[in-house]
Nanobody
Framework: LQFVESGGGLVQPGGSLRLSCAAS????????IGWFRQAPGKEREGVSC????????MDADSVGGRFTISRDNAKNTMYLQMNNLKPEDTGVYYC??????????????????WGEGTLVTVSL
């Protein structure tokens, strides 16, 4: 049971990146799934997530309108499209999933599976 992440890198402010997270050993459609990030010296925080109940999405206020989470059930893969990136978006981004629990899916607490993380650096 694992995630394989890809898509991080260095981008200039205003640029875009797309992160991917392929799951194996379990079916994403049955889970709350989300993207989380951790900047140096800060706690891990929720960025965007999808509820397993109705596929509704939640976004952190800091990324609303710029980031979009999605899932491809046929590929068992989740994505995070990040547009208009800002230096404060810099950090290690992790995908994660949990089967049960609160419908509030932006908290990193209680996630069952985590990706290894991919570094996103937004800088000139």
């Amino acid at each position: 049971l694992q995630f394989v992440e890809s898509g991080g890198g260095l981008v200039q402010p205003g640029g875009s990146l797309r992160l991917s997270c392929a799951a194996s050993g379990f079916t994403l459609d049955y889970y709350y799934i989300g993207w989380f990030r951790q900047a140096p010296g800060k706690e891990r925080e929720g960025v965007s997530c999808i509820s397993r109940n109705d596929d509704s999405t939640m976004d952190a206020d800091s990324v609303g309108g710029r980031f979009t989470i999605s899932r491809d059930n046929a590929k068992n893969t989740m994505y995070l499209q990040m547009n208009n990136l800002k230096p404060e978006d810099t950090g290690v981004y992790y995908c994660a999933a949990r089967r049960y629990g609160s419908t509030y899916c932006l908290s990193p607490i209680g996630m069952d599976y985590w990706g290894e993380g991919t570094l996103v650096t937004v800088s000139l």
